[in-house]
């Protein structure tokens, strides 16, 4: 049977990374990876670390790209692709537009469509922002459903899909970290050697990343504003924070935290340096998914700068608390967190419900015994 991999952002390619390794040890399968490079260099680094090289590259990322010409171009692109290999099934991750146009062109050529992370929904359709759609689409599209939780499996139960094609099997984001956190400690990567130079680890390491687009303007001032008071108010502690390239994330971050001594901005960190620091830090402060997924399982507590999530299951387990971007409440949970030992330990002592590093295995094991 042949097998088509297809992602085009960087947490789609950390999160299929597992699940390509998984089906590339299996001889049943014939296995190609086709990226759209819908985002081009942050991907890159990912598929580097990861030694994958893809068959297919589309490279459709374009300066000022919006999303009517790209998900045009992904479906176009593809049909080439498909036309060639004629997959039997085609895999796709999550929410991206990669994600919904790679699953209708998938469904055109006739393959079976997997969907890798399905289930996730805030039910809050948030016009122009497409991830809620892109993935109630995808999961529409989609014959079999590979969803992170009982939440996710319960979310397209109630859409009307039969339980028969959807499987529970964690988080492949917690598969990549656990393979990628042993092998980062001896790694001779010239940003971690830059990271030990540069920072203080006799401070307590707070780590921040912010990028999503409903948080940009009012959103990010606020957030600055919480970084600049917790950087006056808490003792001893450093603020690493690697900024996203969007301009929209950079005026607000540099304007407002430019200057402040203990905080440190920095370049947006290719993964293995990402996920070295994030073992090393004591506190994340984040509205990326995949991080409040990932930090969990390292032992440390997360605070979500997010109104939303379509990941409620950290939020019941308690290895998150939902933030959102007021200046006062990032400000209050963060001190709070930093100074109350016994809180503290608690949160980072708690289950992970993303998973155990076994979710691609558990994949390529449910396509293996439909054949
Ligand atoms: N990440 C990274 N470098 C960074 C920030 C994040 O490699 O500077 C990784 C992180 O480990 C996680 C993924 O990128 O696996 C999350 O991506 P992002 O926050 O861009 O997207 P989201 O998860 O919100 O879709």
Request: charged share 25%.
């Amino acid at each position: 049977k042949k097998n088509l991999i297809i992602f085009g952002t960087r947490p789609e390619a950390i999160k299929m990374a597992p699940l390509v390794k998984e089906f590339l040890k299996n001889p049943t399968f014939e296995t190609k990876v086709c990226v759209t490079a819908q985002h081009r260099e942050m991907l890159d680094q990912v598929l580097d670390f990861f030694e994958i090289v893809p068959d297919y590259d589309l490279n459709l990322m374009k300066p000022g790209q919006n999303l009517y010409g790209l998900t045009a171009a992904i479906i176009t692109g593809l049909q080439p692709v498909l036309e060639d290999f004629k997959p039997d099934y085609v895999y796709v991750h999550g929410d991206t537009t990669t994600t919904m146009g790679s699953s209708i062109a998938g469904f055109y050529s006739g393959a079976k469509i997997c969907h890798v992370e399905a289930g996730l929904r805030t039910f809050n359709k948030q016009s122009p922002f497409p991830e809620e759609i892109n993935r109630t689409i995808t999961g529409h599209v989609a014959d079999y459903h590979f969803a992170p939780t009982q939440t996710s499996f319960d979310n397209l139960r109630n859409e009307g899909i039969s339980k028969e094609n959807i499987l529970i099997t964690g988080n492949t984001v917690i598969d990549a970290l656990f393979e990628s956190v042993s092998k980062v400690d001896n790694l001779e990567d010239p940003e971690i050697i830059h990271l030990k130079r540069e920072l203080d680890f006799t401070k307590r390491i707070i780590l921040v990343t912010g990028h999503r687009r409903e948080n940009h303007g009012q959103g990010f001032i606020n957030i600055c504003n919480a970084l600049k008071e917790i950087g006056e108010r808490v003792d001893n502690v450093q603020i690493i924070y690697p900024v996203h390239l969007n301009p929209k994330v950079q005026k607000p971050v540099y304007d407002i935290l430019g200057k402040q001594d203990n905080i440190k901005l920095i370049a947006p960190l290719a993964y293995p340096a990402f996920v070295w620091l994030m073992n090393k830090c004591e506190l994340v402060i984040t509205d990326s998914g995949g991080v409040q997924e990932e930090a969990p399982s390292l032992g440390k507590p997360v605070l979500v700068m997010r109104d939303t999530t379509e990941r409620p299951e950290a939020v019941d387990a308690g290895t998150v608390i939902l933030v959102g971007t007021d200046t006062k409440k990032i400000v209050s949970e963060t001190i709070d967190l930093m100074g109350n030992t016994e809180r503290y330990k608690n949160m980072s002592r708690l289950h992970n419900p993303y998973g155990d590093g076994k979710a691609s295995k558990r994949i390529v094991e449910f396509i293996q015994n439909l054949n």
